[in-house]
């Protein structure tokens, strides 16, 4: 943990300085967000023509930008970044309403800043000098446990109650849970590094981390084409997704402005709910299956994501299609069949997830597999139901293993002048 | 541990099918290499122009490609990736010289196929389906104990002997040294992790993993131009390395093809050695810092890593100017001043280093750090003196504290037809 007292080192140069034209592109970017936070986007105006392959040519990766501000706080609909953190504090003993107000202004301010290029406010570490912002995002949580650290129990809402419990879950309690949670992304490492240095400084003497991981995703460019992601196993993940163009896709993701709800609730109208879990692939196993076993176990063909039932990997599944033999071709514990919308009575999620891999295990084996991050307006209408049947009968059960778990309520975007979670702290 | 004797999947898809022109850029390719692996470009052809910042502007990443073949091996003068694997392996219980060439010659031939952008040889895991080859690289090296292990005890280089001990080492030699080494590196983590994956595969029952590390530097695009790099306390990184272009480069980086040294020791004429330390830095100690003492420990300043007598990064060292105090503006036991090549009878090596970051370690305080890597013809002449000096007097070595050590020798690049480390071990 740092120590906020001490003496620190406070950096001058502006990053936008350093930067060129970053500053201007907050002013005359692009805006492209649809429903989460905007994208700016802008060329970094002195970077060289450069050789192919070089820095030059890629120098949107660095300038492009998402605000801080705006209905939906960012990274829920954001593009998946290379790079992320998430990490879980607790408020230290003694602090509490007051604190975290206090604290939820600091990284507030630090993101908003950081998210534009720009240096932290206080005692930059000076790691992502010369960088972009990269498309940084910051996101803001609150665990169950925080409402009544903090004397606002009456004010938590009833979707933050605790996960079930799912037979297969091997939950390491020190890596779940938590009072406040942090997530961070960016498309290059030393920048989501800083930031990651930066929470972790503005918590000063107020909340100490309980847990902290580290995932990453695929780097802008390295396919052919935007594409679905591809998990650690190599499968094809993700493909189900609802789109923010979807006609219902607000409505599923995101808290409703106005409605049933008690009026206690009212803060986290426009906020989502993060359901975090670390779920270790056995990879070992795993590879030690077949090509067609391992798509057996899917439900779909590994190269291309299609459905086992034929098609491209937007294809629907035709679960009543059966094979030669009489039994469907998608077989009844297929990961894809149990977890399909259509089996669940049509509960949805946003899945933006990055995988991990933290070298080899004590046992000798990979540490590594998926941060499952999922969205939802309502856990009960998202993750669980669908977990439920998963814990049942899914035949990837046996290649994975849940081993930790986290449930946050993410509060709207804030306004202009406003920080995260201000409508709870001080409403 | 993978174990290649069950049955394993085989993803029949060819990546270079997939990825469109990947496989034309292999023929017509242009070839930017200097004295290490060729860098091959070429654009992906079915890329969509797309929207600003999207993956169609940026394809470039992935469809770069570093020759396998060569005076050299790669991965020692390309440029840093984003993404890189080290990791050693002993020879298993009973393994000796003819399962070490047959490994070798495994390692080789997954190497070739994965730098060209193809799935492995064997039950390919599929995590790489879809990208391109992302300037990966694979390179391989010899510890010490390799070659009483495999009879070749007559062939080890005088070079290879154990390097000295130093009083600020604090070794884990759990994770130090090794039979035999491996470093990977790439733009994209997926692409990098499919290799690794695919190298503990190709292991099979021949050879264990003993340690291994995941490191990454800045992505291609993320700053303003191509620069030097930056570690995790801030400091730009690697001003005072060896260029190609110098006069003497090859001379000190690599071993000469022919000269005084003993004929058994021609197998490595054209390659490396590698000295290979894991430096934790302690941030939390070096973030209490003030600027200016951050500055004073290192002798430049932070934001531009100019010298701070003046002038910019690239701006030589005045070593001999006072301040009005009387004393040098650089002081007697500042980082830069110690490490620099005139004074230490102009030792040279390159650093070709990764950040690291696993976490929070059992003490509380980030497991975070730099993943040093150097290369150099001879460590005596390279590593050896210039860590004498700074073990001596280097204001640093209160935040840093080296956990890990090894030294390989990295032989030349491959011939057509030829695996790596062939001239050692049927020579």
Chains 1, 2 share one sequence.
């Not at 979807?246 to 599923?252: I, M, N, Q, S």
């Not at 294809?315 to 033999?325: C, F, M, Q, R, Y």
């Not at 933006?352 to 856990?379: E, K, M, V």
Request: charged share 20%; with cysteine.
């Amino acid at each position: 943990m740092t120590d906020s007292t001490g003496s620190t080192p406070d950096i001058e140069i502006s990053r936008r300085r350093l930067l060129g034209t970053v500053g201007a592109a907050g002013a005359t970017g692009l805006a492209l967000g649809a429903t989460g936070g905007a994208l700016v986007q802008s060329a970094l105006s002195d970077s060289p023509a450069g050789s192919p392959g070089s820095a030059g040519s890629l120098a949107s990766l660095g300038a492009t930008r998402v605000a801080f501000h705006g209905e939906h706080q960012a990274g829920i609909t954001d593009p998946l970044q290379a790079k992320g953190h998430v990490l879980a504090f607790d408020l230290a003993p003694g602090a509490g309403r007051k604190e975290a107000a206090a604290l939820l202004r600091r990284w507030s301010d630090t993101a908003r800043r950081l998210m534009a290029g720009e240096t932290a406010p206080t005692a930059d570490s000076g790691i992502a000098l010369d960088a972009g912002p990269s498309s940084l995002t910051l996101t803001f949580g609150f665990g169950h446990s925080f409402f009544d650290r903090t004397g606002l129990t009456a004010r938590r809402p009833a979707a933050l109650d605790p996960l079930p419990d799912f037979s297969s879950d091997r939950l390491d309690p020190q890596r779940s849970n938590g009072d406040l949670w942090v997530q961070i992304g960016a498309d290059d490492a030393l920048v989501a590094f800083h930031a990651l240095r930066a929470v972790q400084k503005d918590a000063g003497e107020a909340a100490r981390v309980r847990w902290q991981m580290n995932g990453f995703n695929r780097s802008p460019g390295a396919t052919a084409s935007p594409m679905t992601a591809r998990n650690l196993m190599g499968q094809v993940d993700g493909t189900a997704n609802p789109r923010p163009k979807d006609p219902d896709f607000d409505k599923r993701i995101f808290v409703p402005g106005a409605g049933p709800g008690p009026a206690e609730h009212s803060w986290m109208a426009g906020g989502s709910y993060a359901v975090v879990r670390r779920i270790r692939m056995l990879l070992d196993d795993w590879d030690k299956q077949s090509l067609a076993q391992q798509e057996q176990v899917i439900g779909r063909t590994k190269a291309t994501g299609a459905p086992l039932t034929g098609g491209d990997e937007k294809t629907a599944l035709a679960l009543d299609k059966l094979g030669p033999d009489g039994k469907p071709v998608i077989p009844s514990n297929a990961h894809a069949r149990i977890s399909a919308p259509a089996q669940n009575g049509g509960a949805a999620m946003l899945r933006r997830p990055f995988s991990y891999h933290d070298g080899i295990g004590p046992d000798g084996t990979p540490d590594a597999g998926l941060l499952f991050i999922c969205w939802q307006a309502d856990p009960l209408r998202g993750f669980v139901p669908v977990q439920r049947k998963l814990d049942r009968g899914d035949a990837l059960s046996e290649f994975i293993r849940h081993e930790s778990s986290g449930l946050y309520a993410v509060p709207p975007g804030p306004g202009d002048g406003e920080y995260v979670g201000q409508r709870l702290l001080e409403g």
